[in-house]
């Protein structure tokens, strides 16, 4: 970074002359975002300085103000030529550090777009296994478990519907055996009422 001041800026100090120099086309890109906003706000105070300073000197050439000095201010260009210098010091720090907020913008977004596309992915990935997994099984539902005399046993689906098919099996047979039963007691009684009549 070139901090020799030119002979333009002889009116600088040279602290003032380096700050300038750096907002140079070929200096400012060597500044971080963090240098960029320093250099702002050091830029803006001395053209504050400055032009204050530029419109007390008119006053005093009008004879307008009293003098702050012994000697009075005859006129203030020099004073409004340094206010120009940190004037555009400060447009080129500004110009360059929004160029570079931009970019830093533009990169998140696309480190963003690209964790969305990755999340995507993974998830299109563990689809599939999901489908083969439902496929193996043959479409059947998950065992469930069952809680029988205090303790967990698991139980299929199958072997359920079996119980409760011999369990409605049982129940006819009980059914049937009951029609048996009352229609043996009822001929019994036919027969016993046919031999009392006889007597």
């Not at 050091?42 to 400055?50: C, D, G, H, I, W």
């Not at 047979?173 to 007691?185: D, E, K, L, P, S």
């Amino acid at each position: 970074m070139r901090t020799i001041p030119s002979k333009k800026m002889s009116l600088l100090s040279e602290t003032e002359a380096r700050l300038v120099l750096s907002s140079a086309p070929r200096n400012v890109t060597e500044l971080s975002t963090r240098e960029l906003r320093g250099r702002i706000q050091r830029a803006r105070r001395l053209m504050t300085k400055y032009e204050d300073m530029a419109r007390r000197q008119k006053r005093e050439a009008m004879g307008r103000r009293q003098p702050t000095r012994s000697r009075r201010a005859e006129g203030n260009a020099n004073t409004m030529r340094k206010a120009m210098y940190f004037r555009q010091a400060m447009m080129r720090f500004e110009k360059r550090l929004a160029m570079m907020e931009r970019r830093e913008e533009m990169e998140a977004r696309r480190m963003r777009a690209t964790r969305k596309m990755g999340t995507a992915r993974r998830a299109t990935r563990k689809a599939p296994s999901v489908r083969r997994a439902t496929r193996a099984t043959g479409g059947r539902k998950p065992v469930r478990r069952a809680r029988t005399a205090g303790r967990t046993a698991t139980t299929s689906m199958r072997a359920t519907r079996a119980q409760r098919a011999k369990g409605g099996a049982r129940k006819q047979q009980r059914i049937g055996a009951v029609r048996r039963n009352a229609h043996t007691t009822s001929r019994n009684r036919r027969t016993q009422a046919r031999s009392d009549s006889r007597r």
